[in-house]
C-alpha cells in the first residue's frame, strides 16, 4: 500500500484525538485553558489598543512590545478556538490543508515571538548602553524593517515545514494524538520516512532558537557590564528596572519551549504523553496570557497609561451625563 502515488495516499482530514488517555477529564481541561485565552485576547488587544492610544508610548521598547502583544494574540487565536471544540464539543476533524495552514502559522508565530523578544533584548541594550543616541538609532523605519525581518525569517524558514509534510503518505490513518496541527505529530502519522521532515526542523528550531538566544545574551552581558560601570546605585536600579519585565517575558516563553523541545526529542516514554500534550498547550497559551500582566504590573508608564484611560473615560462619561 506505501507503494502507491502518496497523492492518492492524502487524506482528505485529519482527527485530532486532544489529550489522549484522559478524555474523560477534556471539558474540565478545556476550562483553564479557555480562561487563559480569554485573558491573553483581553490583555493583549487591551495592550495593543493602549500603546496606540497615549502619545507618551509612542517609543521603540512599546511599539515593540505592541508587535509581541499582536504576534501573541494571533498565535492562541491559530490553535484554542478549535482546541476547545475538540475538548468541550468532541469535534475532531480538521481538513488537511486547514490542518497543514494551523501548522504553518503555529511555528511561524512562536519563531516570530521568540525574534520579537530578541529585538527587544536589542532596544534594551542601545536605550542602556547608548541613552544619547536611543532615538537616533531606532527610528521607525528602523521598527518597521527589523519587525518585518522577523516576519520574513519566520515566513521562509516555516513555509517548507508544509511542503515536506504534505509529500508524505498517509497510509496509517488520520489520527493525531493531539490538539492541533504540530509539525512532527502530523509527520509521525505518515507511513513514509519523515526523517527529512526530522533533521529539518531540528535545523529551523536551532537557526531560530539558539540564534535569538545568543543575541539576548550578548546583549544582557553587554548590558550587565554598563549597569555595573555606574557609579550611582539609584542609576544601576533604574536601569535594571527597566529590563525585569523583558527578562520574566524571556523566562515565561523559553522555559516552556526548551521542555517541550527536549523531552519530545530526547524524553523518549519516560514522561507520559498527555503531559506532552498539556505542556505543548501551556507553550502556546502561557506567553499571551502572563505578557500583559507582567508588563502591566512591572512598567511605569503602561500603568499610568491605563490609570489615565480609565479616569479619561469616566471623565467624559460624567461630562456626558451632566450636559
Given at each position: 500500500m506505501c507503494?502507491e502515488?502518496s497523492?492518492s495516499?492524502?487524506p482528505?482530514f485529519?482527527?485530532l484525538?486532544?489529550v489522549?488517555?484522559?478524555?474523560?477529564?477534556h471539558?474540565?481541561i478545556?476550562?483553564?485553558?479557555?480562561?487563559?485565552?480569554?485573558?491573553?485576547?483581553l490583555?493583549n488587544?487591551?495592550?495593543?489598543?493602549?500603546?496606540g492610544?497615549e502619545e507618551?508610548?509612542h517609543?521603540p521598547?512599546y511599539?515593540?512590545?505592541?508587535?509581541?502583544s499582536?504576534t501573541?494574540?494571533?498565535l492562541?487565536?491559530?490553535?484554542?478556538?478549535?482546541?476547545l471544540c475538540?475538548?468541550w464539543?468532541?469535534?475532531k476533524e480538521?481538513?488537511?490543508?486547514a490542518?497543514l495552514?494551523?501548522?504553518?502559522?503555529?511555528?511561524?508565530?512562536?519563531?516570530?515571538?521568540?525574534?520579537v523578544?530578541?529585538?527587544?533584548?536589542l532596544?534594551?541594550?542601545?536605550?542602556?548602553?547608548?541613552?544619547?543616541r536611543?532615538s537616533?538609532i531606532?527610528?521607525?523605519p528602523?521598527?518597521?524593517?527589523?519587525?518585518l525581518a522577523?516576519?520574513?525569517?519566520?515566513?521562509l524558514l516555516?513555509?517548507?515545514?508544509a511542503?515536506?509534510?504534505?509529500r508524505?503518505?498517509?497510509?496509517?490513518?488520520?489520527s493525531i494524538?493531539?490538539t492541533?496541527?504540530?509539525?512532527?505529530s502530523?509527520?509521525k502519522v505518515?507511513?513514509g520516512?519523515?526523517?527529512?521532515?526530522?533533521?529539518?526542523?531540528?535545523?529551523?528550531?536551532?537557526?531560530?532558537?539558539?540564534f535569538?538566544?545568543c543575541c539576548?545574551s550578548?546583549?544582557?552581558?553587554?548590558?550587565?557590564?554598563?549597569?555595573?560601570?555606574?557609579?550611582?546605585a539609584?542609576?544601576?536600579?533604574?536601569a535594571?528596572?527597566?529590563c525585569?519585565?523583558?527578562?520574566c517575558a524571556?523566562?515565561?516563553?523559553?522555559v516552556p519551549a526548551?521542555f517541550?523541545?527536549f523531552?519530545?526529542?530526547f524524553g523518549?516514554?519516560?514522561i507520559?504523553h498527555?503531559?506532552?500534550?498539556?505542556?505543548?498547550?501551556?507553550?502556546?497559551?502561557?506567553?499571551?496570557?502572563m505578557?500583559p500582566?507582567?508588563?502591566?504590573?512591572?512598567?511605569k508608564?503602561?500603568?499610568?497609561?491605563?490609570?489615565k484611560?480609565l479616569?479619561g473615560?469616566?471623565?467624559?462619561?460624567?461630562?456626558?451625563?451632566?450636559?
Open positions: 507503494g502515488n497523492s495516499l492524502t482528505g485529519f482527527v484525538n486532544g489522549p488517555g484522559l478524555e474523560a477529564a471539558p474540565w478545556a476550562l483553564p485553558f479557555c480562561f487563559m485565552y480569554v485573558t491573553a485576547v490583555g488587544c487591551g495592550l495593543i489598543h493602549l500603546i492610544h507618551a508610548l517609543r521598547m511599539y515593540f512590545l505592541a508587535l509581541l499582536f501573541d494574540v494571533t492562541c487565536t491559530t490553535t484554542v478556538p478549535n482546541m475538540i475538548l464539543f468532541n469535534l480538521i481538513d488537511f490543508n490542518c495552514a494551523q501548522m504553518f502559522f503555529v511555528h511561524m508565530l512562536t519563531g516570530m515571538e521568540s525574534g523578544l530578541m529585538l527587544m533584548a532596544d534594551r541594550y542601545v536605550a542602556i548602553c547608548y541613552p544619547l536611543y537616533t531606532l527610528t521607525n528602523v521598527i518597521a524593517k527589523a519587525g522577523t516576519f520574513l525569517r519566520g515566513v516555516i513555509l517548507p515545514f511542503f515536506l509534510t504534505k508524505l503518505p498517509y497510509c496509517r490513518g488520520n494524538p493531539h492541533y496541527c504540530d509539525h512532527m502530523v509527520a505518515s507511513c520516512n519523515f526523517k527529512v521532515n526530522a533533521i529539518y526542523g531540528l535545523m529551523v528550531a536551532l537557526l531560530i532558537g539558539v535569538d538566544i539576548i550578548v546583549s544582557y552581558t553587554m548590558i550587565l557590564r554598563a549597569v555595573v560601570s555606574l557609579s550611582s539609584d542609576a544601576r536600579h533604574k535594571f528596572s527597566t525585569t519585565s523583558h527578562i524571556i523566562v515565561i516563553t523559553y526548551f517541550t523541545f523531552t519530545h526529542r523518549g516514554h519516560s507520559p498527555h503531559i506532552h500534550i498539556i505542556v505543548a498547550n501551556i507553550y502556546l497559551l502561557l506567553p499571551p496570557t505578557n500582566i507582567v508588563y502591566g504590573v512591572k512598567t508608564q503602561i500603568r499610568e497609561g491605563v490609570i484611560l479616569l473615560d469616566r471623565l467624559s462619561l460624567s461630562k456626558t451625563n451632566k450636559s
